[in-house]
Nanobody, 124 residues
Framework: VQLQASGGGLVQAGESLTLSCSTS????????VGWFRRVPGKVREFVAAIKWNDMSTYYATSVRGRSTISRDNAQNTVSLQMHSLKPEDTAVYFC??????????????????WGQGTLVTVSS
């Protein structure tokens, strides 16, 4: 399963950004799709995840209330809308996927498929 993350860029603090995760040659049906981020020198951390079939969602405390993860059946993509961005949101964002059941969608070890990452930079 090949994943492609897109939508990163440079924004000002307080602005919004939408990241997208797409796949080629597959559909996300019966998959769990998650977003993780990594700051250089730090451990990769969970951001959000969604179960495609029942649309259950999971959020990290750091982004809950400022982010929305959603699916688009027609486009076969998963989007992560992030609002009120902060400089500490600066990171490379990765999307990951694996077929259900995923034991814990918040843990990167449970995903086999990863995209290449997209850089989000939030300036103060």
């Amino acid at each position: 399963v090949q994943l492609q993350a897109s939508g990163g860029g440079l924004v000002q603090a307080g602005e919004s950004l939408t990241l997208s995760c797409s796949t080629s040659g597959h559909t996300f049906s019966s998959y769990v799709v998650g977003w993780f981020r990594r700051v250089p020198g730090k451990v990769r951390e969970f951001v959000a995840a969604i179960k495609w079939n029942d649309m259950s969602t999971y959020y990290a405390t750091s982004v809950r209330g400022r982010s929305t993860i959603s699916r688009d059946n027609a486009q076969n993509t998963v989007s992560l809308q992030m609002h009120s961005l902060k400089p500490e949101d600066t990171a490379v964002y990765f999307c990951a996927a694996d077929i259900e059941p995923v034991r814990d969608p918040r843990r990167s070890m449970h995903y086999r498929y990863w995209g290449q990452g997209t850089l989000v930079t939030v300036s103060s």
